[in-house]
């Protein structure tokens, strides 16, 4: 809204990304709310529901395991294998345990890959010359997987990323200004705009500024 142009921002995970923050609040007798956060400021968290009741017992278990073989381990080395082997160090209680450690991984596997957010992509159709560049732009974006490494070499301050430096023929008639962001001392996130070469540099600069220092 503030600069009229087309927003985007994505959180990346990297190899180094850990669960620093582990949630958990009872919601009734077999269902409760999980929720995980990074040391890099990203966070999911689903309602997770079992067959079985969940006494003090089972529940006590459960966050006794979340917190030490979950808490502060690296995502990429939590696989169905080390599930598994959480699950199998339960002993008699493992069994109670099976649904919730499934709605664990679920949502471990679903932080494992970056995504984009993209806002506001009806500028880009009255921006750039015509709507096959548009459409073009939309789809490469959508996918992300390639956009994310060009979005993750803008670090530190306000970066300025010509789409003709990229060599990606989807990106040649746009520009992005993108500025890193994140939780303490990380720097995994990345906001800003993409639109056409000429757009009003001296305003949409200060702007991303200053919406940074919300972040």
């Not at 974006?141 to 994310?148: A, E, I, P, R, Y």
Request: contains cysteine; glycine residues 8%; aromatic residues 6%.
């Amino acid at each position: 809204k503030i600069t009229g142009l087309t927003a985007i921002n994505t959180m990346l995970i990297t190899k180094s990304t850990v669960i620093s923050r582990i949630e958990v609040a009872p919601l009734g007798r077999r269902m409760l709310m999980l929720m995980l956060i990074t040391n890099e400021g990203n966070s999911k968290s689903r309602i997770c529901r079992t067959e079985q009741n969940l006494d003090p017992e089972t529940l006590n278990l459960f966050v006794n395991l979340l917190n030490s073989a979950i808490k502060g381990k690296r995502i990429i080395d939590i696989t169905p294998a080390y599930i598994q082997t959480i699950i199998s160090s339960a002993g008699v209680g493992a069994f109670s345990l099976i649904g919730l450690m499934s709605c664990l991984f679920d949502i471990i596997n679903s932080m494992k890959n970056s995504s984009i957010d993209i806002s506001g992509e009806s500028h880009l159709f009255s921006q750039l010359k015509n709507d096959a560049e548009a459409g073009r732009l939309l789809e490469y974006m959508t996918h992300g997987d390639s956009v994310l490494p060009i979005l993750e070499k803008a670090n530190g301050t306000v970066n300025i990323l010509f789409g003709d430096e990229t060599n990606v023929a989807a990106l040649r008639p746009t520009c992005m200004i993108v500025t890193s962001y994140g939780v303490g001392n990380s720097a995994s996130g990345r906001i800003g705009v993409i639109g056409p070469t000429r757009m009003a540099y001296d305003n949409i600069i200060p702007s991303i500024e200053y919406i940074i220092t919300f972040l």
